[in-house]
C-alpha cells in the first residue's frame, strides 16, 4: 500500500526551528520529485519546496534561505529543515510524491502530484 506519512509538526515560537519528516512506504522515493506544501485556513495550498531526483531543489520565495530541502534515500524519507520561523509560516504542511514532472517548474502545481500525506501542523506563535 502506498503511503506518505509526515511528522514533526508543533508548536513554536517566532524565530524557532522545526524539522518535518515525510516517510514513504509502498514506493521509493528515490524515484520521485517530493513535494512540500501548506495551506493555512482559508487559503490556498501553496509549494513550499521541492526536490528532485537528481538532487535539484526548489523553494518558495517566502521560505528561501530559511527553509531546506533533504533527502535519505536510504530511509525512504525527505526532510524539511524550518529555521527563523515566523507567524505566517502556520499551517497544514502536506508532502506528495511525483514520479514525473514534465517541466521542472512545475512543482508549485498540486495536481501535478500522484501521492500526498495525511499532513502536519506547523504553529508558529508566542
Known amino acids: 500500500q502506498v503511503q506518505l506519512v509526515e511528522s514533526g509538526g508543533d508548536l513554536v515560537q517566532p524565530g524557532g526551528s522545526l524539522r518535518l519528516s515525510c516517510e514513504a512506504s509502498?514506493?521509493?522515493?528515490?524515484?520521485?520529485?517530493i513535494g512540500w506544501f501548506r495551506q493555512a485556513p482559508g487559503k490556498e495550498r501553496e509549494g513550499v519546496s521541492c526536490?528532485?531526483?537528481?538532487?535539484?531543489?526548489y523553494y518558495a520565495d517566502s521560505v528561501k534561505g530559511r527553509f531546506t530541502i533533504s533527502r535519505d534515500n536510504a530511509k525512504n524519507t525527505v526532510y524539511l529543515q524550518m529555521n527563523s520561523l515566523k507567524p505566517d509560516d502556520t499551517a497544514v504542511y502536506y508532502c506528495?510524491?511525483?514520479?514525473?514532472?514534465?517541466?521542472?517548474?512545475?512543482?508549485?502545481?498540486?495536481?501535478?502530484?500522484?501521492?500526498w500525506g495525511q499532513g502536519t501542523q506547523v504553529s508558529v506563535s508566542s
Open positions: 526536490i528532485f531526483k537528481d538532487g535539484t531543489t
Open positions: 509502498g514506493f521509493s522515493l528515490a524515484y520521485y520529485a
Open positions: 506528495a510524491a511525483d514520479h514525473f514532472l514534465p517541466v521542472q517548474m512545475m512543482w508549485v502545481m498540486p495536481g501535478e502530484y500522484d501521492y
